[in-house]
Structures are given as structure tokens and as C-alpha cells.
């Protein structure tokens, strides 16, 4: 675990002296959008055009910002369009790493052995984190993105002219956006990067207030949930697959490694199911790697769990009938 200054890599755990013992998540520095046509979007450079074969996604199966993108891809058929390289799950002292003899864990462009160098070959003189999933622009070799919001917008519509794409598929219909945003914004702070902020947490005081307004917006989203399918309504948007992500793994790695153990979501009637519904749509079990999710967090995290001893359970069974057709089709 480390980060890059000036280009240079140094072993590193997060600082949290400086905000009294609190988590606080750095603000991703690559911010181009791919545009159907390379005009610019909201922030960064234009000249990103949505092109079949151009872009290369880095991710981690580990990850739950990672694991966004790889669903968006998968769900509007840009898998042929954009490739793809895995870091392996134990992220150390370099960081996050390639593993040049393992097909599944190699990098596919440069063989490069760390996600470091991909970072150093966009920017020599890079400084700040580096992390997954970053969005690789082959033709102009640099990142594109590495902000994992903004590339699930650019994976919804930017490339919908292109063979094979799902158009018609709409994570993000004009007239939900509103409220998709607010439910994104709650489920942000104290749901995806909550669980973060207790687990990473090196004050008493700091766990305990992301612990509570975790399971408040847990209480929150399973009261959303017995009245409705999906977060915004009866369709499927990017604030189901945002949440999506966290849910996944909670059971696994939140509950026990970052201490959110009020109770798991296997006790969360409405969440539980909501969560087996979302997993069982076509495409999203084959993006789900609990092994890998929990190798990384027990092994990679030794602040946290010095002995590195991966738990076993608990069980889990994602494809459980999950009774949520009682809200219709
Ligand atoms: N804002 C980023 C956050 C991505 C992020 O923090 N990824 C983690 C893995 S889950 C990472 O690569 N961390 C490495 C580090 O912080 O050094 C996004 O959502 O894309």
C-alpha cells in the first residue's frame, strides 16, 4: 500500500493523524470523459472519442468502485469494445500488482509488473494514489479516467453507436436523474465509502459515527425496499449498482474485517433479497469473485488484520429464490 510523489513510489498507509483518526478518500486527478464524438465533457480534455478497441479497463475484482465499471460493461455489451486487465487481489508494498506469468492477473498492454507503472506512463511526474479501475486511452497512451463514477456514465451512453452495444439500455434516464443523485449521494457517503470510513477509521470516535450513519441508511434503504422493486422506482438504474457493490461483499469482509457488525444483510429481509435479485440478473454473477473480494481485504490490509488469516464463511448463497417478482416485472 503506497502512493506515488513525483512520480516516485513510497510505502505508505493512509494518514489519518491529520483529520484526528478519520478516513478521508482522496479525489480521483485523471477527470477526461469518453464522448461519442471527443467533444469534452463535463471536466477534463476532449478527444476522447468512444471508438471500438481504443480503451483498456485496469481493474480489481477486489474492488467495489471496479466492480461499477466491469458491470457496466458487461450488462450494455461493451465487452468486445473495451478490454480488460486484473491487478491480483493482494495489494502490499508496491501497491497494486500484475503478475506476468498468470494470464488471469497479467497486464495485457505493457506486461508491466506493477499498476504503478501504468500511472508513471500517463504522468512521469504523477503524485497521489493509485488505484482501480482506471480507463487506459491506447491511441493516445495516457489515462482517460481513473474517477469510477463518471466512467460508468461514459460506459452508459457513450459508446451506443457501436455494434452490438445495448442503446436502449438506460442506467440513467433523464427524467430519474434527479432523484437517482440524491439516493447516490446518501448511498455514497455512508454506505459504499461508510463502510471505508468505520473499517479504516484509527479513532474510536470516528468508527462509532460511521458505524451509526451506516446502519441508519441501511435502515434507511431496507424501508425503500419493502415498498419497491429498486431504488428509483420499478427500473433498474446506477443507484441500484452502486449499491450493488457494497452489499456484495458485506457479508464477507464489512461485517467482520471493518467492524460494521450491527447485523449482516442476510438479516435484512428486504435487502437481502433485493441484493439476490441484482446478482442473479444475467451477466452480474460472472463480475462477483467473493475469493478474490475476500483475498485482498484479510491479506492486502495488515493494519488491520496483521495476521493475514482469510476467514472461511460465512456461507453464502447469492442464488436463493429472491422473491422480488411480487413487485412486478
Ligand atoms: N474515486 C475512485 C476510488 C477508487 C479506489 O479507491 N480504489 C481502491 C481499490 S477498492 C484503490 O485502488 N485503492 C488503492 C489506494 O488507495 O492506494 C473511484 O471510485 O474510481
Known amino acids: 500500500m503506497g502512493l506515488l510523489v513525483d512520480g516516485k513510489w513510497q510505502d505508505k498507509w493512509y494518514d489519518t493523524a491529520k483529520t484526528g483518526g478519520k478516513f478521508e478518500r482522496e479525489a480521483a486527478r485523471f477527470r477526461n470523459w469518453v464522448t461519442a464524438d471527443g467533444s469534452p465533457g463535463p471536466s477534463g480534455d476532449g478527444g476522447f472519442k468512444a471508438e471500438s ?4 479497463l485496469y481493474v480489481s475484482m477486489a474492488c467495489p468502485w471496479a466492480h461499477r465499471t466491469l458491470i457496466f460493461r458487461k450488462l450494455k455489451g461493451l465487452e468486445k469494445h473495451i478490454s480488460v486487465s ?3 487481489p493482494d495489494m502490499v508494498e508496491n501497491g497494486w500488482e500484475f503478475r506476468p ?3 488471469q492477473h497479467k497486464d495485457h498492454l505493457y506486461n508491466f509488473r506493477f ?3 501504468v500511472y508513471t506512463k500517463a504522468a512521469p511526474d504523477y503524485t497521489g494514489r493509485v488505484t482501480v479501475p482506471t480507463l487506459w486511452d491506447k491511441e493516445r497512451e495516457t489515462i482517460a479516467s481513473n474517477e469510477s463514477a463518471e466512467i460508468i456514465r461514459m460506459f452508459n451512453s457513450a459508446f451506443n453507436g457501436l455494434e452490438g452495444v445495448d442503446a436502449e439500455l438506460d442506467f440513467y434516464p433523464e427524467s430519474l436523474r434527479p432523484e437517482i443523485d440524491e439516493v447516490n449521494e446518501r448511498v455514497y457517503h455512508t454506505v459504499n465509502n461508510g463502510v471505508y470510513k468505520a473499517g479504516f477509521a484509527t479513532a474510536q470516535d470516528k468508527y462509532e459515527e460511521a458505524y451509526r450513519a451506516l446502519f441508519e441508511s441501511l435502515d434507511w434503504l431496507e424501508e425503500r425496499l419493502s415498498r419497491q422493486r429498486y431504488l428509483v422506482g420499478e427500473q433498474l438504474t446506477e443507484a441500484d449498482w452502486r449499491l450493488f457493490t457494497t452489499l456484495i461483499r458485506f457479508d464477507a469482509v464489512y461485517y467482520s474485517h471493518f467492524k460494521c457488525n450491527r447485523q449482516p444483510i442476510r438479516e435484512f429481509p428486504n435487502l437481502s433479497g433485493y441484493l439476490r435479485d441484482l446478482y442473479q440478473v444475467p451477466g452480474v454473477a460472472e463480475t462477483v469473485d467473493i475469493g478474490q473480494i475476500k483475498q485482498h481485504y484479510y ?3 495488515r493494519t488491520i488484520n496483521p495476521t493475514q488469516i482469510v476467514p472461511v464463511g460465512p456461507a453464502l448463497d ?5 422473491g422480488r417478482d411480487k413487485f412486478g416485472e
Open 53 to 56: 478497441g481504443r480503451y483498456h
Open 86 to 88: 486484473v491487478v491480483h
Open 101 to 103: 506469468d498468470d494470464d
Open 115 to 117: 499498476m504503478h507503472e
Open 299 to 301: 491479506v492486502s490490509q
Open 318 to 322: 447469492f442464488d436463493a429464490p429472491h
